[in-house]
């Protein structure tokens, strides 16, 4: 590997943690609403990403409704199942702890992997196997206790919810992992916005309730930290390899963690503790896996 294309690797990575981190702060704004709805939550999520990958469009140029009829196709699809993914885990956050909830988030690199090796001939090798069987400890060791303290009906539908959107999610992944050789990040997260917003508004209107006070503020926080995840998660995808950087998505359950620390108050058990452990491993062993391959 040459000293160019380690440079661009380490962009890569570095753009999927601070997706992560955004995210993070997003799943914690969302929480912290729960008299908002869903319908609201996810359409000023995405009103705020649609006004600023415009004014990215504009500036450093491209297409916002694409290059090709290939390319929109591909882009609707992304944003069907990124629409689906973010409806399902918002509802599923009303109902899990930060925490937990960020744990089927970052779920989605175990699909993005599965599904590059069918769809996209990419290698499922030995380190990328061991890496996200940690990481799936890991995540399985910080939500156990969870698990083991509810089971009402509600949080048992969260669960089933929020591993549906990881799906979801990977599958929108995975569809901007081949847009990358079409389309800019602006444009994906353009469209995917649009769509987003134009499926949302009907629902928003008919809602009564307005959000109030520290909610308007908090909306903001949604959509702003969404959309920098977003563009962050989009370049990360455009420069790197889908089953290599996916994998990085997992530092998102330490941010989410450390989030519950300083902000709810939230002291981490052993199991989280341990769990964050496997997690770093996982990314350890991925990355350096892959070096060797190259």
């Not at 992304?78 to 629409?83: K, N």
Request: proline residues 3%; aromatic residues 12%; contains cysteine.
């Amino acid at each position: 590997m040459s000293h160019r294309d380690r440079l661009i690797r380490r962009k890569a990575v570095l753009y999927m943690v601070l997706a992560s981190l955004s995210f993070a702060v997003m799943q914690s704004a969302v929480k912290a609403t729960p008299e908002v709805s869903v319908f609201q939550k996810v359409f000023v999520r995405n009103l705020v990403s649609l006004v600023i990958a415009f004014v990215l469009i504009r500036r450093h140029g491209g297409r916002p409704w694409g290059t090709g009829k290939k390319s929109r196709i591909l882009l609707l699809f992304r944003s069907l199942f990124g629409l689906l993914g973010v409806f399902l885990i918002f509802f599923a956050i009303e109902h899990l702890s930060v925490a937990d909830a960020s744990v089927f988030i970052r779920l989605c690199p175990f699909w993005v992997v599965l599904l590059s090796a069918l769809f996209l001939s990419e290698s499922l090798t030995i380190p990328k196997v061991v890496s996200l069987l940690l990481a799936s400890l890991g995540t399985i060791i910080i939500v156990q206790p969870g698990f083991a303290s509810e089971g009402d009906t509600a949080h048992i539908l969260a669960v089933v919810l929020g591993v549906i959107a990881s799906f979801c999610a990977g599958v929108a992944y995975l569809l901007v992992s081949i847009l990358k050789s079409y389309e800019k990040p602006a444009t994906i997260v353009f469209v995917f916005s649009l769509f987003s917003v134009i499926a949302m508004f009907p629902f928003v209107l008919s809602d009564e309730r307005i959000p109030q006070g520290d909610e308007v503020a908090l909306l903001l926080l949604i959509g702003l930290s969404a959309a920098a995840g977003q563009l962050f998660l989009t370049t990360s995808y455009r420069l790197g390899k889908a089953s290599e950087v996916s994998i990085y998505n997992y530092s998102g359950i330490v941010f989410a963690v450390c989030i519950d620390i300083f902000l709810f108050q939230t002291i981490p058990s052993f199991f989280t503790i341990l769990g964050a452990l496997c997690i770093t491993v996982a990314g350890i062993v991925v990355y350096y896996g892959g070096r060797k391959e190259n």
